[in-house]
């Protein structure tokens, strides 16, 4: 069974530049999280999306949109990139709308962003 | 003040020693709490949930005290293998698939 898939796996941009990322769940997962890692640090929670709906959102400003599409697939878009936004950003895709109980978010393997 | 803190590390220890990993959180409203491990440029993987009467997988033993707000790891029998770096994490009740994660600590297991 195919686990969570993300595109691109790398990418490299400008600052000024927007870039959108994607994100397909574990079949039969209805919610799909974003998370941004910069480097030697842990994950950082920017979006939570159940049933296409916005569910949670992280401390980020609002170059950072993202959106749920009837397959629960997921796209993330940034716009006006800083060289901040470098970042390995990841999704992640539970079952239900809350994983409070078990924690398990299973991630995919996460675009790699530059913004040079 | 970061909501979950860890050391970074990193822990360098032999093939065979147990090693203890601490990690604290800072509000008080937080309910669940688990272990990530991350392996070098991978994406994080759940090791292991934490509950306060403690518990353990194999070689793994994870324990929680709310009232010192404190999480700890204990790996016995380190492998190779378990060379990665370990993240902290807590959900806070209502906060649906929002996890706070530490900063990890990294973990070097030598022959």
């Known amino acids: ?116 | 003040r970061k909501e979950v803190e860890q050391d970074p590390g990193p822990f360098n220890v032999p093939e065979g020693a147990t090693v203890a990993f601490n990690c604290t959180y800072s509000n008080s409203a937080s309910q669940s709490f688990f272990w990530y491990r991350q392996d070098c440029r991978k994406e994080p993987k759940l090791l292991m949930s934490v509950y306060s009467s403690g518990n353990e997988d194999g070689r793994f033993t994870a324990q929680l005290n709310r009232a010192s707000q404190y999480i700890s790891l204990l790996i016995r029998d380190s492998k190779l293998s378990d060379s990665a770096t370990y993240l902290c994490v807590v959900n806070r009740a209502g906060t649906a698939s929002k996890l706070t994660f530490g900063t990890g600590t990294r973990l070097q297991v030598t022959l």
């Open chain 1, 1 to 116: 069974d195919a686990g969570v898939t993300q595109s691109p796996t790398h990418l490299i941009k400008t600052r000024g530049q927007q870039v959108t990322l994607r994100c397909s769940p574990i079949s039969g997962h209805k919610s799909v999280s974003w998370y941004q890692q910069v480097l030697g640090q842990g994950p950082q929670f920017i979006f939570q999306y159940y049933e296409k709906e916005e569910r949670g959102r992280g401390n980020f400003p609002d170059r950072f949109s993202a959106r749920q599409f009837p397959n629960y697939s997921s796209e993330l878009n940034v716009n006006a990139l800083l060289l901040g936004d470098s970042a390995l950003y990841l999704c992640a895709s539970s079952l239900a709308g809350q994983a409070p109980n078990t924690g398990e978010l299973f991630f995919g393997e996460g675009s790699r962003l530059t913004v040079l």
